[in-house]
């Protein structure tokens, strides 16, 4: 028992022997032992008393306590049959099926109303911007689906008229355009090219910035018209279309398709692109400035696919294949040779 | 449910039931999205003090239940469902560490620290103060 002469009300608690006694449990020479302990150490009584009674309020826990009429119902549905129960959980899927059917009657109810207002309307435009470093995926309320990648602005009214669905794009966006019963074309409008369009999947890459407009065919067929030649070209699946804004020049070509629209399933890929290209794809995949040194002249083609790296990651595989180094300041990253 | 056969037999059928229960629970909750992560921390503990005529022998005592109460309703759900094992369902701190899934000896400070926070709020007069405000008003009424 000497080791009990060091506790303080903490330690009782802790201790078997004493809870045992504390709650009544002991037998009775244990408890005597205890009773001497106390009339020898009353130094100690204080603690011990302290001990006991939160012993005995811990031993006082409850469960929260549930009603009978609960416990009577719990048991009820242990004990009916299971075609019973599948009746009323099939009940309750009515119920909410129901409600959802009432939603889209006055959904429909709604849009008739609104189509007829539509076009005394005059035309209003939403605008999305992308930030750079993040990509997006957004549905046009004719349930075209796109899919719009860093640092792109999309412009679009907020009711199409009735003869076009015209969009306007500063970026790159992969477009999965619903097929409009009516035949109602979807347009995409860039500054220099035009893309018609009657329900496919298709990506446009038009940074204002790059001189250069990209589309590709996935799947459907669609038209593109030179805004200033007024040139249509018409794309036929994996049909690649590029046209240098500055010098006018177009070209035709055939390409993997997956190449230039995997950005969307967030992968960015290369095939036999040149550094620039590369550099290009990373600042905005990235949102960083990327400062290459002026006399590195990298005549490398590259063919790479890059998920989840990091910019680190990225930067590091690149030194591998190429003569390089780099520095990363926040947000700005500089390149130079070794 | 797990394969009856890859179940190792067991001679502590309530260590058993209690753990098989919790995680049975812990497995609905997350289910409900009540929470997401693997912590009981939003969990609600549901047990309480209940009064037992034994401890309230006199009005010194009364305060002190009322102070104990509420300490008791301050500690963190996991250290409530600690002392709840340890103390009311007797479990050794074998068995409380095994059931919250932590080791014996971070099971063993746990329920030290509850103990010692709950000794010395019974002990802080100011706690008495507002409970006993409280009291008195939910009295009136």
């Known amino acids: ?86 009746r009323i959980f099939s009940k309750v899927v009515l119920q909410y099926a129901a409600v959802f059917v009432f939603a889209l009657l006055i959904g429909a109810m709604g849009y008739r109303f609104v189509d007829t207002l539509r076009d005394r309307q005059a ?47 500063d970026g790159e966006a992969y477009f999965d355009v619903s097929k409009k019963i009516d035949g109602q074309p979807f347009v995409v409008s860039t500054p220099s090219m035009d893309i018609q369009v009657f329900g496919t999947q298709f990506n446009v890459n038009a940074y204002v910035d790059d001189n250069q407009v990209t589309v590709t065919l996935e799947e459907g067929k669609i038209v593109a018209t030179n805004n200033q030649t007024k040139m249509k070209t018409e794309l036929q699946p994996g049909d690649q279309l590029s046209l240098n804004v500055s010098t006018g020049q177009e070209n035709k070509r055939i390409v993997d398709t997956e190449l230039f629209t995997s950005w969307k399933e967030n992968l960015l890929r290369f095939q036999d692109a040149t550094f620039t290209e590369v550099i290009q794809k990373m600042e905005r995949w990235y949102d960083v400035k990327i400062t290459v040194q002026k006399d590195m002249h990298v005549t490398k083609l590259y063919t790479m696919t890059i998920k989840t790296e990091s910019l680190r990651e990225m930067l590091s595989l690149l030194t591998y294949t190429t003569s390089m180094k780099y520095e990363i300041d926040q947000n700005q990253v500089f390149i130079s040779r070794p | 449910m797990r394969n009856k056969a890859t179940i190792g037999s067991t001679n502590n059928i309530k260590l058993y039931l209690l753990k098989s229960f919790r995680h049975k629970l812990l497995r609905l909750l997350k289910k409900e999205k009540r929470y997401t992560d693997d912590s009981m921390s939003d969990v609600h503990f549901g047990v ?21 109460n509420s300490a ?70």
């Open chain 1, 123 to 169: 035309v209003a435009f939403n605008e999305i911007t992308i930030p750079y470093g993040e990509r997006s995926v957004i549905a046009l309320y004719d349930g075209t689906k796109v899919w719009l990648n860093s640092g792109t602005k999309l412009r679009f009214p907020t009711s199409f008229s009735s003869n076009e669905r015209r969009i306007f794009l």
């Open chain 1, 1 to 86: 028992m000497e080791k009990y002469l060091e506790y303080t009300a903490d330690d009782f608690v802790m201790d078997d022997n004493f809870r045992e006694w504390a709650i009544g449990r002991s037998s009775s020479d244990v408890a005597l032992k205890w009773q001497t302990f106390i009339s020898h150490y009353p130094e100690k009584k204080s603690e011990i008393q302290k001990a006991v009674f939160i012993l005995k309020g811990f031993y006082s826990i409850q469960e929260a306590e549930i009603s009978e009429d609960r416990i009577q119902e719990l048991w009820s549905r242990i004990n009916q049959p299971r075609s019973v129960r599948m």
């Open chain 2, 72 to 141: 008791f309703e301050r500690l963190s759900p996991r250290q409530r469902e600690a002392l709840y094992l340890r103390f009311k369902k007797e479990l050794e701190y074998e068995e409380v560490a095994d059931i919250l899934e932590m080791s014996v000896e971070a099971c063993r400070n746990l329920i030290y620290r509850a103990v010692k926070s709950v000794r010395t709020m019974i002990e802080e007069e100011k706690v008495m103060g507002a409970f006993l405000a409280i009291f008195r008003i939910f009295k009136k009424k």
């Open chain 2, 48 to 68: 309480y003090l209940s009064v037992e005529e034994n401890i309230i022998e006199n009005e010194a005592d009364q305060l002190k239940w009322l102070r104990l």
